[in-house]
Nanobody
Framework: QVQLVESGGGLVQPGGSLRLSCAAS????????MGWYRQAPGKQRELVAS???????DYADAVKGRFTISRDNAKDTVSLQMNSLKPEDTAIYYC?????????????????WGQGTRVTVSS
């Protein structure tokens, strides 16, 4: 069983910064692409940023130049540094990872989601 646990959300004023982290645990053989998504009230969940195992990144246009995704493969973690936050960044943020789990000679790759962490940008 693989679990993703997020941390780092909260309330911040416009222009402020937050850092989100997501750690995977369990019987992990390898992790492919890691990413962050967000869902604002009344809107669909959308990609914020992703990073492949090779280090290639992809960002939503709305966050380019303000958010930075990073990963620590030794610790099975992904982080999202969010700077110059705006009220429209308010949402629940979810991490997602493509994880290959293993145990007893089998391997199983599937996507896993974190439970979500709330980010509120307001004065």
């Amino acid at each position: 069983q693989v679990q993703l646990v997020e941390s780092g959300g909260g309330l911040v004023q416009p222009g402020g910064s937050l850092r989100l982290s997501c750690a995977a645990s369990g019987s992990i053989f390898s992790i492919g692409t890691m990413g962050w998504y967000r869902q604002a009230p009344g809107k669909q969940r959308e990609l914020v940023a992703s990073m492949t195992s090779g280090g290639a990144t992809d960002y939503a246009d709305a966050v380019k130049g303000r958010f930075t995704i990073s990963r620590d493969n030794a610790k099975d973690t992904v982080s999202l540094q969010m700077n110059s936050l705006k009220p429209e960044d308010t949402a629940i943020y979810y991490c997602k990872m493509f994880v290959t789990a293993t145990g007893g000679g089998w391997y199983d790759e599937r996507e896993y989601w974190g439970q979500g962490t709330r980010v509120t940008v307001s004065s």
